[in-house]
């Protein structure tokens, strides 16, 4: 079994900064991918940032210049720096992590519980 959990939501004023983590723990053998995403009500899920296990990123047009994803290999964590944030930065950010765990052959994905960012003008 995985668990994740997210820290680090909260309400800022537009053009703060936010930064969110993610810790994964439990019965993991390695992990792949290390992902941000984020919801509004009504609209689909949509990727944030994204880091492979290479530590190769990506990053959702919206965000790119403003947002940062980082790693922390030996603790399993990853994190999402927010500056300059807009008030349509406003939403639900989950992590999604790739894990093989040791009592499986498949790398299998887990999902954070979701931390709400609230961004004012």
């Known amino acids: 079994q995985v668990q994740l959990q997210e820290s680090g939501g909260g309400s800022v004023q537009a053009g703060g900064s936010l930064r969110l983590s993610c810790v994964a723990s439990?019965?993991?053998?390695?992990?792949?991918?290390m992902d941000w995403y984020r919801q509004v009500p009504g609209k689909q899920r949509e990727l944030v940032a994204g880091s492979t296990g290479l530590g190769i990123t990506k990053y959702g047009e919206s965000v790119k210049g403003r947002f940062s994803i980082s790693r922390d290999y030996d603790k399993n964590a990853v994190y999402l720096q927010m500056d300059n944030l807009k008030p349509e930065d406003t939403a639900v950010y989950y992590c999604?992590?790739?894990?093989?765990?040791?009592?499986?052959?498949?790398?299998?994905?887990?999902w954070g519980q979701g931390t709400q960012v609230t961004v004012s003008s």
């Open positions: 999604k992590v790739t894990v093989l765990s040791r009592d499986s052959f498949l790398y299998t994905d887990y």
């Open positions: 439990g019965s993991i053998r390695s992990i792949n991918h």
